[in-house]
């Protein structure tokens, strides 16, 4: 099981960016799935999650510029950026709770994506 997450990118301040993330494996269920940043020399922080059924969750820096969305169907989580800031720069990875089978035997953790960077210029 591995999440692969794609769309970043460098940016002037002002524009957009649109991030997704897919899971691929065998899956048995996607729980909860996220998007986490991390800037340099600060820690990795909370950006946006958003539940199986919808429910979603902003950082407070981020809401109202970000949107959190996800196709239960392709194991796919998005987030589109619009109001980008310079102090959006940062990687953004992506989170997934996930139920699959490790060694023949339920497993429900979560898995984390590469990371892809996004660079927002002033």
């Known amino acids: 099981v591995q999440l692969q997450a794609s769309g970043g990118g460098l940016v002037q301040a002002g524009g957009s960016l649109g991030l997704s993330c897919t899971a691929s494996?065998?899956?048995?269920?996607?729980?909860?799935m996220g998007w986490y940043r991390q800037a340099p020399g600060k820690e990795r922080e909370l950006v946006a999650d958003?539940?199986?059924?919808?429910?979603?969750n902003y950082a407070a820096s981020v809401k109202g510029r970000f949107t959190i969305s996800r196709d239960n169907a392709k194991n796919t989580v998005y987030l589109q950026m619009n109001s980008l800031k310079p102090e959006d720069t940062a990687v953004y990875y992506c989170?997934?709770?996930?139920?699959?089978?490790?060694?023949?035997?339920?497993?429900?953790?979560?898995?984390w994506g590469q990371g892809t960077l996004v660079t927002v210029s002033s």
């Open positions: 958003i539940s199986l059924g919808g429910s979603t």
């Open positions: 989170c997934a709770y996930m139920s699959t089978t490790e060694w023949g035997r339920p497993s429900y953790r979560d898995y």
């Open positions: 494996g065998t899956i048995l269920m996607t729980d909860i």
